[in-house]
């Protein structure tokens, strides 16, 4: 017999191991992105909090206009950052056994079943992995990263609008 067949069918287990790994890989990927993203949304949200803080204790030092804009940023910042961590609603109607919001109304039985069912079946199996994947990048991602870039640009355009006023004040 060719080890390089399965014992159970005539595939090459090369193909299958790639695939299984490629599956994995991708999965890990945007796992690892997803926590980069929660770091990112943390240190906007500790970024916008000190300027807040330093802003109003320097009420007395710093124009009122200056005051305003550091602290209306820096709390648009910090809403998109908590907005990008919060999970999302389950979007699809199909059952995603790799998160636990979709799965959470099945009793125990139902969700061994369905997850028994699925591993039973590499197609099945591979398109749970498939969705997991499309659903992590298609709405969490994509959504987490697209409130963190508009939190930091709020946060940079006060910043520079603060300055400008800043020294807008001070030049004329």
């Not at 508009?150 to 004329?172: E, P, Q, R, T, Y």
Request: net charge neutral.
């Amino acid at each position: 017999m060719n080890s390089d067949v399965s014992p159970t069918t005539d595939e090459p287990i090369l193909p299958r191991l790639l695939a299984s790994n490629a599956l994995r890989a991708n999965l890990e990927k945007h796992m690892t992105l997803n926590k980069m993203a929660d770091a990112k949304a943390s240190m906007v949200m500790t970024a916008s909090s000190l300027i807040i803080t330093v802003a109003l204790a320097q009420f007395e030092n710093l124009a009122l206009l200056t005051i305003v804009v550091l602290v209306t940023a820096g709390l648009i910042s910090i809403l998109l950052s908590i907005l990008a961590i919060i999970p999302p609603w389950h979007v699809t109607d199909k059952t995603n056994l790799f998160y636990f919001r979709s799965f959470a109304e099945l009793t125990e039985d139902e969700f061994v079943a369905v997850f028994k069912e699925t591993i039973a079946s590499r197609e099945k199996l591979y398109d749970a992995y498939l969705h997991e994947i499309y659903y992590l990048g298609k709405f969490r991602l994509t959504r987490k990263y697209a409130l963190l870039r508009n939190g930091m640009v709020v946060l940079l355009i006060g910043l520079l609008l603060a300055a400008m006023a800043s020294l807008g004040g001070k030049l004329f």
